[in-house]
C-alpha cells in the first residue's frame, strides 16, 4: 500500500507517480474533495475520478476516516502558533494526532479496506498535504502497518532541480 498527497503534484505528474507505483485502487481519505487554488483544480473529486478512470484506477471515498472539522481547525490553529502556513507544515500536532487516534481510527473498523486491497497493484490513501508526517493519511498507515501487516510506501513529488 502506498500514500499520496495534492500538493506539489499536477495532474498529470500525480496519474504518472500513481502508474509508477502500479496503484489499481485510490483511498480518498478527505473531509472535503476539493483543494483551493486553480493550480489544484485537478485534485477536485469529479475532475479526478474521472481522471483516474480513464487511467484505470478504482476509487473509494472513505469520510469515515477524515479528520473533523473541529480537528482541522485545531491543526490549524496549531500551524499558526508556530507559523506554518498549511502547505509547508510538516508534522502534525501532538493534540491532534491523539485525538484523530481515539476519535477517529480507534472507532474506524479497518478490515473492510484491508480485504478491498487489489489482488494485483497496489491502493493509495490519498489526502491534501504533500509530506505524510504532516498529514492523517500517516496515521491510517500506521495503524494498517501494525494491526493488519500492510506494508507502506509514502508517494512525494519528485524533486527538480
Same mark, same amino acid.
Given at each position: 500500500?502506498?500514500?499520496?498527497?495534492?500538493?506539489?503534484?499536477?495532474?498529470?505528474?500525480?496519474?504518472?507517480?500513481?502508474?509508477?507505483?502500479?496503484?489499481?485502487?485510490?483511498?480518498?481519505?478527505?473531509?472535503?474533495?476539493?483543494?483551493?487554488?486553480?493550480?489544484?483544480?485537478?485534485?477536485?473529486?469529479?475532475?479526478?475520478?474521472?481522471?483516474?478512470?480513464?487511467?484505470?484506477?478504482?476509487?473509494?471515498?472513505?469520510?469515515?476516516?477524515?479528520?473533523?472539522?473541529?480537528?482541522?481547525?485545531?491543526?490549524?490553529?496549531?500551524?499558526?502558533?508556530?507559523?506554518?502556513?498549511?502547505?509547508?507544515?510538516?508534522?502534525?500536532?501532538?493534540?491532534?494526532?491523539?485525538?484523530?487516534?481515539?476519535?477517529?481510527?480507534?472507532?474506524?473498523?479497518?478490515?473492510?479496506?484491508?480485504?478491498?486491497?487489489?489482488?494485483?497493484?497496489?491502493?493509495?490513501?490519498? $489526502?491534501?498535504?504533500?509530506?505524510?508526517?504532516? $498529514?492523517?493519511?500517516?496515521?491510517?498507515?500506521?495503524?494498517?502497518?501494525?494491526?493488519?501487516?500492510?506494508?507502506?510506501?509514502?508517494?512525494?513529488?519528485?524533486?527538480?532541480?
Amino acid at each position: 500500500m502506498t500514500t499520496i498527497g495534492v500538493y506539489g503534484f499536477d495532474g498529470e505528474s500525480f496519474l504518472q507517480r500513481l502508474r509508477e507505483a502500479n496503484v489499481r485502487l485510490l483511498l480518498d481519505v478527505r473531509q472535503r474533495r476539493g483543494v483551493r487554488g486553480p493550480e489544484y483544480a485537478w485534485a477536485n473529486s469529479r475532475r479526478l475520478q474521472a481522471a483516474l478512470a480513464q487511467a484505470r484506477i478504482a476509487y473509494e471515498h472513505h469520510p469515515e476516516l477524515a479528520p473533523t472539522t473541529e480537528l482541522r481547525q485545531l491543526q490549524y490553529a496549531e500551524d499558526d502558533r508556530h507559523g506554518v502556513g498549511k502547505r509547508s507544515r510538516r508534522e502534525l500536532a501532538a493534540e491532534y494526532t491523539r485525538r484523530y487516534t481515539t476519535e477517529i481510527l480507534d472507532r474506524a473498523d479497518l478490515t473492510p479496506i484491508v480485504s478491498a486491497l487489489p489482488s494485483s497493484g497496489i491502493a493509495a490513501l490519498f $489526502c491534501v498535504e504533500r509530506d505524510p508526517e504532516a $498529514c492523517h493519511r500517516s496515521l491510517i498507515a500506521q495503524r494498517l502497518t501494525e494491526q493488519h501487516r500492510v506494508t507502506i510506501e509514502h508517494l512525494r513529488p519528485l524533486e527538480h532541480g
